[in-house]
């Protein structure tokens, strides 16, 4: 594996005062029980009043672009068009994670009419859907064109999917980028969530000086699958059909700077072609001006936007990625008459690395934070706080732990 070197990419400014997205968890039911989740999965609802505290929170707290309407599935919280609003009316783009199980066009309707920006769908292969268990991730292609053809066809909606990407599926990781390719005009954001569990074997997790048992967690697997998978790696996969596949941006660790946690590649091409990439310079200067004009970073574009491919080539004035692509775009100059140019956006997630000393790793300036008890903290961390307060330490086993006593706490 070839390692990237984080300094030749844009060190995205995303930090937890100021964001892209904020995460909102309105529910913890779920209708799938999806192998990787992090929450545990429960028929248990938010009040909208409580729900209202959390956004209330966010703004007090930071500034994001959009919110992340997640949970659990959050398409089964019987007041979900409720909540689209409550997030539209504080200027806030209400984007809906689920997997798509109980949306119907009626639903999808109801839902842009409440002020919904677009929807990111979770689908692969380890999810136990009715009458797609043992189909592959190729095969879920056919399911994933069902839903971004949906919301195509009701329009005016951005459309998004990820995927967990465990050992066994990473092979598959070069035909979803192809498949992405192939509906650049209805799909705007492809993501790769790369699998992590927590590992009993290497570490022991304490609160305070005491040790605690992880095992009460979901996300606790005894488990003979890889854990360490790095965005590089899917980097040097994607890179054997597609060579000059490059990314843009990326966020770093919280305890090790030149990792990629989440690092994101912006293309820009036709269903047939693509003719290129954005690098470090134009994405820089995407962020940045939309900071200026509307005090926060951008999270997601409008599918019109995202269409406008054709005027991000006016970064090629400082921007040897996108002068690349120009030129092989204007190769044809009737190109700029009579083709649409599209931009699509590649982003490869790293959660939860444990270093060699026991230190986690963290999203530095997470765009997922959550609220919890009035404050910020990992959404992917959330059934720590629930059961113990807190986010849980760990160290190298056999390692002599120092006892904090203003710490202590009983467990």
């Not at 005062?17 to 028929?43: F, V």
């Not at 965005?231 to 059909?241: F, K, P, S």
């Not at 140019?341 to 963290?362: A, H, K, N, T, W």
Request: net charge neutral; charged share 25%.
């Amino acid at each position: 594996m070839q390692k990237l070197n984080h300094l030749d990419y844009y060190r995205l400014p995303w930090n937890l005062a100021d964001n892209s997205i904020s995460w909102l968890e309105p529910t913890a039911k779920c209708n799938l029980h999806c192998d990787g989740c992090y929450r545990k999965n429960e028929d248990s609802h938010k009040s909208l009043a409580v729900i209202r505290e959390e956004l209330d929170t966010f703004c007090k707290l930071r500034k994001c672009d959009g919110i992340s309407i997640a949970g659990g599935d959050p398409l089964l919280h019987p007041d979900i068009l409720d909540i689209v609003r409550e997030v539209k009316k504080r200027n806030l783009k209400p984007i809906i994670n689920t997997n798509g199980l109980a949306l119907t066009k009626d639903l999808l309707i109801e839902l842009k009419k409440a002020g919904v920006f677009g929807f990111t769908f979770h689908v692969d292969s380890k999810q136990g859907r009715p009458h797609w268990k043992d189909r592959n991730e190729i095969d879920l292609n056919e399911l994933r064109y069902q839903y971004a053809k949906m919301v195509a066809d009701v329009g005016g909606m951005s459309c998004s999917f990820n995927s967990t990407i465990y050992e066994d599926t990473i092979q598959y990781v070069p035909d979803l980028i192809k498949w992405a390719q192939e509906n650049i005009d209805i799909v705007q954001v492809i993501v790769f969530i790369l699998y992590r569990a927590v590992n009993n074997s290497k570490v022991d997790f304490y609160i305070g000086s005491q040790k605690i048992d992880m095992g009460d967690l979901v996300y606790n697997e005894e488990t003979t699958e890889r854990t360490d998978i790095l965005a590089d790696e899917v980097v040097g996969l994607i890179r054997q059909d597609n060579p000059d596949f490059n990314p843009c941006g990326y966020l770093n660790g919280s305890e090790k700077v030149d990792s990629f946690k989440w690092l994101l590649t912006g293309r820009l091409g036709t269903k047939d072609r693509i003719f290129g990439y954005m690098g470090p310079k134009s994405i820089e200067f995407a962020q940045t001006m939309y900071h200026l004009l509307y005090g926060k970073y951008l999270a997601y574009a409008a599918p019109k936007e995202a269409g406008k491919g054709r005027s991000m080539l006016l970064f090629s004035l400082f921007d040897k990625s996108i002068r690349k692509a120009a030129k092989k775009f204007l190769a044809n100059p009737f190109r700029l008459l009579f083709t649409k140019l599209y931009y699509q956006s590649v982003m490869i997630i790293q959660p939860v690395d444990f270093l060699e000393d026991g230190r986690q790793s963290m999203c530095d300036g997470c765009p997922d934070i959550t609220v919890w008890n009035g404050q910020l903290v990992w959404s992917c961390r959330m059934e720590e706080q629930l059961k113990y307060g807190m986010n849980a330490k760990t160290y190298p086993k056999d390692m002599e732990v120092p006892v904090p006593l203003a710490n202590h706490i009983e467990v």
